[in-house]
């Protein structure tokens, strides 16, 4: 399944199907990219980031592209498991503009059995 | 290795009242933001302190908010006079530096709820 961030904020996929969430960031000059699980009643959990110096980085069953270009961020998780039911934010942060990161509106995955 | 801690979970206040929310950091950790979430919304971020000093509170209302990270103690997010629009869950996030954005790490939050 696959969402477009603002304009799909829920995205339901079955069990053990690969999920891709998008998002669209706003700063051209952002430099650094993290993306971010938040589950029900708790703080936003590192998943994974991605400096703009690349395009595609890879952790365990997640990985990140990032097309600088048009702007845009995507986190695909493989083999979608019920617990990956979250939120997914992705964040942005400018090394120019300090320490905090500028959050997406989130998009809610909904795994089904 | 304790995480970061917040206190009150969950806190309700009457219009006009304070609120304070209390965030302590991970241990070894000196620097503290809060992020504040508004339903089905992201984080938007509101302050960054060190131990002492307020580094950016770009992201503060200039009226009845404050926040300070003592030299002893949790940092506090006091908001005076509460009103209805400042319900919302506040985060605050540690990192050891302020080198590393990746090692923000979040706790739990605070739910504050205005009647």
């Known amino acids: 399944g696959e969402s477009v961030g603002l304009h799909l904020p829920t995205l339901s996929v079955q069990e053990g199907d690969n999920s891709i969430i998008n998002c669209a960031y706003s700063n051209s000059a952002s430099d650094y990219f993290i993306w971010y699980k938040q589950e029900s009643g708790k703080g936003p959990q590192f998943i994974i980031d991605?400096?703009?110096?690349?395009d595609k980085r890879q952790g365990q069953r997640v990985t990140v592209l990032l097309n600088k270009t048009v702007k845009h961020l995507s986190l695909q998780i493989a083999a979608t498991q019920p617990g990956d039911s979250a939120v997914y934010f992705c964040a942005e942060n400018w090394t120019g503009g300090g320490n905090k990161l500028t959050f997406g509106t989130g998009t809610q995955l909904k795994v089904e059995l | 290795n304790a995480g970061v801690m917040q206190n009150p979970r969950h806190l309700v206040r009457r219009r006009g009242q304070e609120a304070r929310l209390r965030c302590s950091p991970m241990?070894?950790?000196?620097?503290v933001y809060w992020y504040r979430q508004l339903p089905e919304e992201g984080l938007k971020f509101m302050v960054y302190l060190q131990k002492e000093n307020i580094i950016d509170e770009s992201g503060m209302p200039k009226e009845r908010f404050s926040a300070e990270f003592p030299k002893e103690g949790p940092s506090i997010l006091r908001i005076q006079q509460v009103v209805r629009g400042d319900s919302a869950a506040y985060f605050c996030a540690s990192s050891p530096s302020g080198r590393a954005i990746y090692e923000q790490y979040f706790g739990p939050g605070t739910r504050l709820t205005v009647t």
């Open positions: 991605i400096r703009s110096n690349m």
């Open positions: 241990k070894g950790h000196s620097h």
